[in-house]
């Protein structure tokens, strides 16, 4: 029976929504952060989207932004020529972290001890967080500017992407591995630490790389220009969004183009999986980020599957259900006026 995607809308920035990051799976769920060049990166509940707080500090558009795997400490990029780092749970602003540039990607290490950052200033930074006062070890090699850093190998390895190059790094030693040069600019790079997969968007083109040795794997064309790509967990499915404001989900292993609509109204800037693979995440030039099903109409967060009657001739389509009085809640924090930390109050809607 054919099913309709319904994705849950989450408004409350009032710029485009530039990337997007999940935590890991904790004992409350996972969570979502968005980097907006509003200045003002949010923190959600991952797989309803409800909005939690919003980290206010930055003094420019926000370009970065990740969550630790346990969802405790938040890293944010900005034009202001800084990173941040907060406490994802109080909403706190742990350290301010100075650069000469604008700002545009930051990393944690699976410990959450140290902070990649990478921006128009061509260097890679690595800062030991437990240790705030000394200065960052520097890695320089990039002839413009990074527009994504990431651990990878278990900490052993960086990866990084500037216009034209992607980079492969060894920490230990602070040199380059290997390096991949492609005709035109590289607009996303994801990094799937089980098989050690990057996956890499430029101009039409989605392309799968070894993390450990940069090696092709396969590559997939579009229809039009892709901003980002992500892998399904399981590697079953990826999705892509770009330029035509259109969301595409391709098998990973066939490449057969799934599923393909309109979701947003404006450029897509960043899709991301969560953690288990159930939904996932885009983020636009509209100044909203959605959640789409992965399955469509299965009953999963605020989605509720409906089935209509077996002689009504509808099509059947998942309905968005909200717990009891959670509408009213909404509305109640709508009207509130807090100066806390998290102080904006986006909704969550179908």
């Not at 932004?65 to 780092?85: G, M, P, Q, S």
């Not at 330029?243 to 799934?258: P, Q, R």
């Not at 995440?281 to 100044?287: C, F, L, N, P, R």
Request: proline share 5%; glycine share 8%; net charge negative.
């Amino acid at each position: 029976m054919a099913m309709r995607q319904t994705p849950l809308t989450c408004s409350g920035h009032t710029r485009p929504v530039v990337d997007l990051a999940f935590s890991g799976i904790t004992p409350y769920g996972y969570f979502l952060i968005s980097a907006c060049k509003d200045g003002k990166p949010m923190l959600r509940q991952g797989d309803t989207g409800d909005w939690i707080g919003t980290f206010l500090g930055h003094k420019g558009a926000v370009w970065g932004a990740t969550l630790n795997k346990d969802a405790t400490k938040a890293a944010t990029a900005a034009a202001d020529f800084t990173a941040k780092v907060w406490d994802a749970v109080s909403g706190d602003e742990l350290m301010t972290l100075a650069h000469k540039h604008i700002v545009k990607t930051v990393d944690f290490t699976q410990d959450s001890n140290y902070l990649l950052t990478g921006g128009q200033d061509k260097l890679l930074r690595i800062y030991d967080l437990n240790k705030p006062e000394a200065e960052p070890k520097e890695i320089s090699g990039h002839t413009s500017g990074i527009k994504k850093a990431l651990w990878c190998s278990e900490d052993k390895q960086i990866l990084s992407a500037d216009d034209k190059t992607v980079r492969l790094w060894d920490h230990a030693t602070m040199t380059e591995v290997k390096s991949l040069n492609f005709n035109m600019s590289v607009s996303s790079m994801e990094y799937i630490p089980e098989g050690e997969i990057l996956v890499i968007t430029y101009g039409r083109s989605i392309a799968f790389h070894s993390a450990v040795s940069l090696d092709p794997i396969k590559s997939f064309e579009a229809p039009a220009t892709i901003n980002s790509a992500s892998l399904h967990p399981e590697k079953e499915f990826l999705v892509a969004g770009g330029e035509d404001f259109k969301l595409y989900k391709y098998d990973y292993n066939s490449g057969e183009e799934l599923e393909s609509y309109k979701g947003h109204f404006g450029p897509i800037h960043c899709v991301r999986f969560s953690p288990d693979g159930e939904l996932y995440a885009s983020g636009s030039e509209d100044g909203t980020l959605r959640l789409w099903q992965t399955v469509v109409g299965k009953t999963y967060g605020l989605w509720k599957c409906v089935l209509p009657e077996e002689d009504s001739g509808e099509l059947a389509k998942p309905k968005i259900g909200f717990p009891e009085t959670a509408e009213e809640e909404l509305e109640e924090i709508a009207s509130e006026n807090s100066d806390s930390i998290y102080s904006s109050t986006p909704e969550v809607k179908a």
